[in-house]
């Protein structure tokens, strides 16, 4: 007997009628009419059927926090870390689990169930990455919390954060971050990089960090990281957040860049909302994807100093990478689509990510019927599955329309051929 069986599911690659069977927390088969019975069985009725959708660039020891002390009026980076000083000092363990853990319920009625979640170390008493740290394990059930130490002062700029830095890794952080581009010059920016992915190597530890973010054309840290990536051949253990700068560079270099990304397999990180609030630029997606460089898609920011509005919905940041990229083919959208899962994945290095026999049993059902309805309408998460169990239901949504002639239902989708 079966755990769960999805049936009549569509898959992002296009295939329709597709039964997936699920036993013991994994995908046991995948296929069209699987035989077997089980106990809970989910009529897909041809809608997508996908796994969990990955937010890879995550802050929460701040979110829900806008306002407190007062807004940022102009929307740049620097005004938003000027305000995160004035409270991250008064932070306690239970405001930060209280404020993280609303935000992972939304993250998973969205079916986001994997976060990389940046968490600044700048405290000497490390009280936002103790908070979130146990909350990594109290949620664990449900999604999985990858917890970055992010070094939001400086890792050399700011006295303690190396030993603080020290201090995340004892504590049990998964990835390394940083922000060469904050640190005093170039070359001690440079410096930090290196110091940074030799600390990851040593301690088998991912790599995520916030780079070049700015619009100044001779922000070009990106090309250490990525000479450094290939150095110490760390591979796709690392990503590149953010970026913007390479939207300002002239094509002759940007392209240059491009392609070293794309040699050394490090991911990059995109968070197109605060790209827009911080910036006013988008790095090139368009152009990182021909490339052929893996992209991940983050939230980044949800009410707090650096972005006033926020969801948790990856459709919401997916919808945003195709109006500030300029994605105006149905390929590139599906390409976006593909990062928001897939891509996302890889950038986090999980493993048994998929709709595969041997996979997870994670599924995510949209009431939408191809992924680029879904990010033109942000459809409702039908059921959101977690090792075999659902964990989120809602129920299909449609909108009744009555006052002349008969009434009519809207679901927005596109009128049949
Ligand atoms: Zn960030």
Redesign the pocket.
């Known amino acids: 007997m079966l755990d769960l069986i999805l049936r009549n599911a569509t898959l992002q690659d296009g295939q329709t009628g597709i039964d997936i069977a699920c036993k013991d927390g994994k995908i046991v088969d995948v296929g069209k009419s699987i035989e077997g019975s089980a106990n809970e069985t989910i009529d897909a009725e041809g809608f997508l059927v996908t796994p969990p959708f990955v937010d890879a ?1 995550l ?1 929460l020891d701040g979110a829900l926090t806008h306002g407190n002390p007062h807004t940022n009026q102009s929307g740049e980076l620097y005004e938003g870390i000027g305000i995160w000083n004035q409270i991250k000092s008064e932070l306690t363990i239970e405001d930060v689990k209280k404020r993280a853990r609303t935000v992972c319920e939304w993250a998973i009625a969205n079916g986001t169930l994997h976060i990389r979640v ?1 968490t600044d170390i700048g405290d000497p008493n490390l009280i936002g990455l103790r908070a979130l740290l146990e909350l990594r394990e109290e949620l664990r059930p449900l999604l999985d919390l990858q917890i970055v130490a992010f070094p939001q002062d400086g890792y050399l700029r700011r006295q303690g954060s190396v030993e603080l830095m020290a201090k995340a890794i004892e504590l049990g952080v998964d990835v390394i971050g940083g922000i060469p581009d904050f640190e005093l010059t170039t070359a001690l920016g440079n410096q930090s990089i290196t110091e940074l992915c030799e600390l990851a190597q040593q301690h088998d530890l991912l790599v995520d960090m ?1 780079m070049d973010q700015t619009p100044d054309l001779c922000s070009r840290q990106i090309e250490m990281l990525t000479a450094e990536t290939m150095r110490l051949s760390l591979g796709k253990r690392v990503s590149a ?1 953010h970026c913007p700068s390479i939207a300002t560079f002239n094509d002759y270099y940007a392209n240059k860049l491009m392609a070293q990304i794309a040699q050394s397999g490090m991911s990059v990180v995109v968070c197109p909302l605060t790209a827009a609030t911080c910036w006013g630029i988008m790095t090139r997606v368009g152009e990182l994807f021909d490339a052929g460089v893996n992209i991940a898609f983050g939230y ?1 920011c949800i009410l707090d100093p650096w972005y006033p509005l926020g969801n948790a919905d990856m459709m919401d940041v997916g919808r945003m990478a195709v109006v500030f990229g300029r994605l105006m083919s149905p390929e590139k959208q599906a390409r976006v689509f593909d990062s928001l899962t897939y891509g996302g994945a890889k950038a986090l290095s999980l493993e048994s990510y998929g709709i595969e026999k041997g996979c997870f049993a994670d599924l995510v059902l949209l009431q939408a019927r191809t992924p680029n309805e879904a990010l033109r309408l942000q459809p409702p998460r039908l059921a959101v599955i977690r090792r075999g169990k659902v964990i989120a239901r809602r129920e299909k949504q449609s909108v009744e329309i009555s006052g002349v002639g008969a009434k009519i239902n809207v679901d927005f989708t596109l009128p049949k051929t």
Do not use: P
Request: glycine share 0%; no cysteine.
């Open positions: 660039h802050h940046q916030h957040s980044d």
